[in-house]
């Protein structure tokens, strides 16, 4: 089984962390692989830097799941996760969907951390499409770092306890969620330090991927997930466009 990691951030140091981490998580003779988008931001923050980063996971996805068993977004706002699923035949899972539904079966109010006060709304609207709000303690906001300070572990790990420790206490949060691709692994840091679950979004979806492929389910031909009619596009990238002209629906 090949799960293939798509990463919209143009940060290679993302990539290889989620690389890493769906290594740990991936069960024997699943093969990971990783690619990292070309145009864009380094770390996606808001909603427009979101809607290229959207384009671009479809962009990577079109070029790279050819040989693929599943996609896993690896992008925390889950970009483009309909949209490809849509498009493609094989099953595709976005880390923080995977997260939060994992954090459902382990408590009954989960709590979301992540950075920057401009991505907050993007996952509450995340939670609610998902149809979890009445599971949802809230989204904690580690404030803005710069991806320098993002890849140091002491001085996000601190932060993400400290925020934890208060979704806990004030907001009755039975799991925690961590939202961001550059959290990957980071989970199993914090086991010990708080006493709810932490997920980890690489971890979850690895898991879920491997258990879809294995379902062996049929592609929709009747909702919205069907794939939609063969059109010529203008202006895409070479394998997306072929992949809208070969289109079955």
């Given at each position: 089984?090949?799960?293939?990691?798509?990463n919209?951030?143009?940060?290679?140091?993302?990539?290889?962390a989620?690389?890493?981490e769906?290594?740990?998580?991936?069960?024997?003779g699943?093969?990971?692989?990783g690619?990292?988008g070309?145009?864009?931001?380094?770390?996606?923050?808001?909603?427009?830097?979101?809607?290229?980063?959207?384009?671009?996971?479809?962009?990577?996805?079109?070029a790279h799941?050819?040989d693929?068993?599943?996609?896993?977004?690896?992008?925390?706002?889950?970009?483009?996760?309909a949209?490809?699923?849509?498009?493609?035949?094989?099953?595709?899972?976005?880390?923080?969907?995977?997260?939060?539904?994992?954090?459902?079966?382990?408590?009954?109010?989960?709590?979301?951390?992540?950075?920057?006060?401009?991505?907050?709304?993007?996952?509450?609207?995340?939670?609610?499409?998902?149809?979890?709000?009445?599971?949802?303690?809230?989204?904690?906001s580690?404030?803005?770092?710069?991806?320098?300070?993002?890849?140091?572990?002491?001085?996000?790990?601190p932060?993400?306890?400290?925020?934890?420790?208060?979704?806990?206490?004030?907001a009755?949060?039975?799991?925690?969620?961590?939202?961001?691709?550059?959290?990957?692994?980071?989970a199993?840091?914090?086991r010990?330090?708080?006493?709810?679950?932490?997920?980890?979004?690489?971890?979850?979806?690895v898991?879920?991927a491997?258990?879809?492929?294995?379902?062996d389910?049929?592609?929709?031909?009747?909702?919205?997930?069907?794939?939609?009619?063969?059109?010529?596009?203008?202006?895409?990238?070479?394998?997306?466009t072929t992949l809208?002209?070969?289109?079955p629906?």
């Amino acid at each position: 089984m090949e799960l293939l990691l798509v990463n919209p951030n143009t940060s290679a140091f993302v990539t290889a962390a989620v690389t890493a981490e769906a290594e740990r998580a991936a069960a024997p003779g699943t093969a990971i692989r990783g690619v990292t988008g070309e145009m864009g931001a380094a770390i996606i923050g808001c909603r427009s830097e979101n809607a290229i980063g959207a384009v671009s996971a479809m962009e990577l996805a079109a070029a790279h799941a050819g040989d693929c068993n599943a996609v896993l977004l690896a992008v925390s706002f889950d970009s483009a996760l309909a949209e490809l699923r849509e498009l493609l035949a094989v099953p595709v899972v976005g880390m923080t969907e995977a997260a939060m539904l994992t954090a459902c079966m382990v408590g009954a109010r989960f709590a979301l951390l992540s950075f920057g006060e401009r991505a907050m709304p993007l996952y509450e609207r995340l939670v609610h499409g998902y149809g979890l709000r009445d599971r949802f303690a809230g989204a904690f906001s580690l404030g803005t770092l710069t991806p320098e300070e993002l890849r140091d572990r002491g001085i996000v790990l601190p932060l993400i306890a400290e925020e934890a420790e208060r979704a806990i206490a004030h907001a009755r949060a039975e799991a925690i969620v961590l939202a961001g691709a550059v959290f990957a692994g980071l989970a199993r840091d914090l086991r010990d330090r708080l006493p709810v679950p932490v997920l980890d979004g690489i971890a979850c979806g690895v898991t879920m991927a491997e258990m879809l492929v294995r379902l062996d389910l049929a592609k929709p031909g009747a909702g919205s997930y069907r794939h939609p009619p063969a059109r010529e596009m203008a202006g895409l990238g070479p394998a997306l466009t072929t992949l809208y002209r070969s289109l079955p629906g």
